[in-house]
C-alpha cells in the first residue's frame, strides 16, 4: 500500500495510542474463537484501543458470500479475509480475526502478507469432543449424518499451528484467564505500547 501521500500508518498508530496488528483466532468450530475475541475486543475497547472483531460467519454472509467449503474456496475466504485484516491493521486497529482458517498454508500466507510482528496466531486448541458438546448450531451432527460435507474435524482435516505466538486450552482454561493471556502478548509484542 502506497502511504506516500497523506496520512501514514504510523500517524494513526500515534494518535491511536497503540499498533495496528493482527491477532488471528484458529481452531476448530466451538473452540471459542469468536467468543474470546470479542471478549477481548471489550477489554481493548475499555482501554481506549482501536479494535475490530472480523468473524467468518459474518465475512462468509457478505465479503465471501460467493465462496463454497471447497478447499480451493477455503483457501481463497482466508486470503479475502487476510486482507481484509491488513488494511485495518494499517489503519491502525488490532484486529481480532476469528476464523477456523484449517490450513497451515493460508494461516502462513497471511502472515507473509503482512509487516514483521503483525501478525499474532493464537491457537483455541480445544479436544474434538468438547467442541461437539458445545454445538449450539447441531453442525458436528450434521456433519456425522453426512448432511454437511467438508466439515473440518470430521470431513476435512484441520492442521494445528506448528508454532503460534500463543496457545490457548479452551477446554481447560476460563474466558477470563484467555483474555488475560492475549493482552499479556499484545502487552509483550510491543502493540499495546505507544508507537515509537
Not at 58 to 80: K, M, V
Not at 101 to 107: G, H, L, M, V
Not at 137 to 160: D, M, N
Request: proline share 4%.
Amino acid at each position: 500500500m502506497d502511504t506516500s501521500k497523506g496520512i501514514g500508518r504510523q500517524q494513526r498508530e500515534t494518535r491511536n495510542g497503540h499498533r495496528g496488528a493482527v491477532v488471528w483466532f484458529t481452531g476448530l468450530s466451538g473452540a471459542g474463537k469468536t467468543t474470546l475475541a470479542h471478549a477481548v475486543q471489550e477489554r481493548l475497547f475499555e482501554a481506549g484501543c482501536q479494535s475490530y472483531v472480523l468473524d467468518g460467519d459474518n465475512l462468509r454472509q457478505g465479503l465471501c458470500s460467493d465462496l463454497g467449503f471447497s478447499a480451493q474456496d477455503r483457501s481463497e475466504n482466508i486470503r479475502r479475509a487476510g486482507e481484509t485484516a491488513g488494511l485495518l491493521a494499517d489503519a491502525g486497529i488490532i484486529v481480532l480475526a476469528a476464523f477456523i482458517s484449517p490450513f497451515n498454508a493460508d494461516r502462513d500466507r497471511v502472515r507473509a502478507r503482512l509487516p514483521a510482528g503483525d501478525f499474532i496466531e493464537v491457537h483455541c486448541d480445544c479436544p474434538l469432543a468438547v467442541c461437539e458438546q458445545r454445538d449450539v448450531k447441531g453442525l458436528y451432527r450434521r456433519a456425522r449424518a453426512g448432511e454437511v460435507a467438508q466439515f473440518t474435524a470430521i470431513s476435512s482435516p484441520y492442521e494445528a499451528p506448528l508454532h503460534p505466538e500463543l496457545s490457548l486450552d479452551t477446554s481447560r482454561l476460563g474466558i477470563a484467564d484467555c483474555v488475560e493471556q492475549v493482552l499479556a502478548r499484545l502487552r509483550g509484542g510491543g502493540v499495546l505500547a505507544p508507537p515509537r
